[in-house]
């Protein structure tokens, strides 16, 4: 079964660094999702991406952080001045098309641990 | 705006017995509804979904899940569980006019020899 993957799956990282998530998302899936564990918490919505371009975000979404699909495969979420805060597990998830119906599949997560 | 309650945040249950998680939503519209479990150092899998339809749903590893639209509830069930069903499991909603999932805080399910 075509999964979702990402790397790496653990980042550490050095406060106030930049830090890049990658995620290869399921071939034909065309709607591609990052959301957030902070470790004992639950799962929140970060933001969603289609057509190149960024369809919801969250608050906790700021200009710190950004999205980009930089070529056919891979969807990566930036971190431009990371922060203890942003310390997390962090999940990339897709899902075919539009309609809300249909379950997001989500990849195993990256850790983010920041020093 | 939807929210997503699990009210057991730890459940301990004795290997081949019966076990109930709970989860209630509130929202104005119509939802849909999902169980995801994560094992432990992995990923979010789906279990089960409610779309529509029948209110009793069946999803992977023997669970099932049932939807009780005048209790705003979708609980879990599984009548007899395993050792490796010891994992979190996150109940979450979306709306039909939104696309992205709420979840649930999680209930950590641990299942004793």
């Known amino acids: 079964e075509p999964e979702v993957t990402q790397t790496p799956s653990h980042q550490v990282t050095q406060m106030g660094q930049e830090v890049i998530l990658r995620c290869v998302p399921i071939?034909?899936?065309?709607?591609f999702y990052w959301y957030r564990q902070i470790l004992g918490q639950k799962v929140e919505f970060l933001v969603s991406?289609?057509?190149?371009?960024?369809?919801?975000k969250s608050e906790i979404f700021d200009d710190q952080f950004s999205v980009e699909r930089p070529d056919g495969s891979n969807f990566t979420l930036k971190i431009r001045s990371t922060k203890l805060e942003d310390s997390a597990m962090y999940f990339c998830a897709s899902k075919e098309g539009p309609n809300s119906n249909q379950p997001q599949h989500f990849g195993d997560g990256t850790r983010l641990s920041i020093l | 705006a939807q929210s997503v309650t699990q009210l057991d945040s730890q459940v301990p249950v004795f290997e081949e017995a019966p076990v109930e998680l709970r989860c209630n939503y509130s929202s104005s519209v119509s939802v849909y509804l999902f169980w995801y479990v994560q094992y432990p150092n992995q990923g979010l899998q789906l279990l089960l979904k409610y779309l529509s339809g029948s209110t009793l749903v069946k999803g992977i590893n023997g669970f099932e899940a049932e939807f009780n639209k005048s209790q705003t509830s979708f609980h879990l069930r599984k009548p007899s569980v395993h050792i490796s069903d010891t994992a979190e499991y996150f109940c979450?909603?979306?709306?039909?006019?939104?696309?992205?999932?709420?979840f649930g805080p999680g209930t950590s399910l641990s299942v004793i020899p």
């Open positions: 071939s034909n899936h065309l709607y």
């Open positions: 991406f289609y057509n190149n371009e960024i369809s919801e």
């Open positions: 979450a909603v979306s709306e039909a006019s939104d696309d992205k999932v709420i």
